[in-house]
């Protein structure tokens, strides 16, 4: 199986930032997209920002040019860097991920994961 798990989430003023971290583990063989999601209460998930293996990103209009998403191909680790950060920004933060899980004795399968979440908490 592979697993994502986040950490950094928490309570900050608005206008601060915070830095979330995701990590994957488990049979890894690749990792093909590595997302960030959220979901405010009574409100649908959504796509903040996404970024491929080769680096290439995608921000929702919400983040963009103030959320920075970053990874560590070798570590299998995303960051999200939140600036500027508003309440309109609480939510739980989803890890999300499209990858190859290796099989034994050979070969890989297609899957998609998503951590637990981790709450972000922005006081006005």
């Known amino acids: 199986q592979v697993q994502l798990v986040e950490s950094g989430g928490g309570l900050v003023q608005a206008g601060g930032s915070l830095r979330i971290s995701c990590a994957a583990s488990?049979?890894?063989?690749?990792?093909?997209?590595m997302d960030w999601y959220r979901q405010a209460p009574g409100k649908r998930r959504e796509l903040v920002a996404r970024?491929?293996?080769?680096?290439?990103?995608y921000y929702a209009d919400s983040a963009l040019g103030r959320f920075i998403i970053s990874r560590d191909n070798a570590k299998n680790t995303v960051d999200l860097q939140m600036n500027s950060l508003g309440p309109e920004d609480t939510a739980v933060y989803y890890c999300?991920?499209?990858?190859?899980?290796?099989?034994?004795?050979?070969?890989?399968?297609?899957?998609?994961?998503w951590g637990q979440g981790t709450l972000v908490t922005v006081s006005s």
């Open positions: 999300h991920a499209n990858a190859k899980e290796a099989m034994w004795p050979s070969g890989y399968k297609y899957v998609e994961v």
């Open positions: 488990g049979n890894i063989f690749s990792i093909d997209v």
């Open positions: 970024i491929r293996d080769g680096s290439s990103t």
